[in-house]
């Protein structure tokens, strides 16, 4: 199929999508209720919303005690690192070896520590599926991970990493930054794959923008693959992301992300 063909597809798609809005259950049960059965359940969330965590830590003990979650993969977690050798009582530094949890790790254990000892107190493994750093300089000048997506996401994907750097990166590293983001979303796709169980349930865990149907990980699972999108939102924030269901949280604090940045 051709590009061109596939971004028409693309686009009537986001627009059958608009078209009909998405529920946003404001308990538990109802969610489970609007987002299984599926094999494949992408969960999303802002990562300084503490709820959004909450979320996931619940999700992973409901499908636990129901026997349906086959495994649990986080964005915050290098691929190749997982608890499969780990015992369900071990102690958490013992886990955080086993994923590389360092104290120089980019992700805050207090925040995301509670999702994953849920999962291995429940026997449940834990997987890495993010691009591992040794791996990210060859992504940024793989110049075919440009035609892995239709034409519209790839320059969707330049102007969010343009945005998100407040205008501060030089126009010639919005490429390769854009071909990082693509190789995480394709490395996160490709482990949540591989750990699909017949009549079970992979939890992956990243940000929303990540999980989002028109941009993230699903462009990257098999055609015809099922699967399910929650996009948890704190307030405003994420509103027009697409995806299956929605989660609703509080709104956070207004804060200046880029005077922050600038003054970095």
């Not at 013992?94 to 994953?116: E, F, M």
């Amino acid at each position: 199929m051709n590009r061109s063909l596939v971004a028409a597809l693309f686009a009537a798609l986001a627009l059958t999508a608009c078209a009909h809005r998405p529920p946003a259950p404001t308990s538990l049960p109802a969610l489970l209720e609007h987002a299984l059965p599926t094999p494949l359940l992408l969960v999303g969330e802002q990562h300084d919303a503490p709820e959004h965590q909450q979320l996931q830590r619940q999700l992973v003990q409901a499908l636990a005690e129901r026997g349906q979650l086959a495994a649990v993969v986080m964005e915050m977690i290098e691929a190749g690192r997982d608890t499969r050798g780990v015992a369900r009582d071990a102690d958490e530094a013992a886990v955080r070896h086993a994923l590389g949890w360092d104290d120089k790790h980019n992700w805050p254990w207090p925040t995301y520590g509670p999702v994953v000892m849920a999962a291995v107190r429940a026997g449940v493994p834990v997987f890495g599926g993010n691009l591992p750093r040794s791996r990210m300089r060859e992504a940024m000048g793989d110049a075919t991970l440009d035609t892995r997506v239709p034409a519209p996401v790839l320059e969707q994907q330049r102007e969010a990493i343009r945005t998100s750097h407040c205008d501060l990166l030089p126009a010639t590293q919005l490429a390769p930054m854009a071909r990082i983001q693509l190789a995480r979303d394709r490395a996160m796709a490709q482990e949540a794959m591989a750990q699909l169980a017949p009549g079970r349930t992979v939890l992956l865990i990243a940000g929303n923008g990540h999980v989002r149907s028109d941009l993230g990980v699903p462009l990257h699972l098999p055609p015809g693959q099922a699967h399910r999108v929650l996009v948890a939102r704190a307030g405003a924030a994420g509103a027009a992301l697409p995806a299956h269901v929605y989660w609703d949280t509080p709104a956070l604090p207004e804060r200046d992300h880029c005077a922050e940045l600038r003054e970095r």
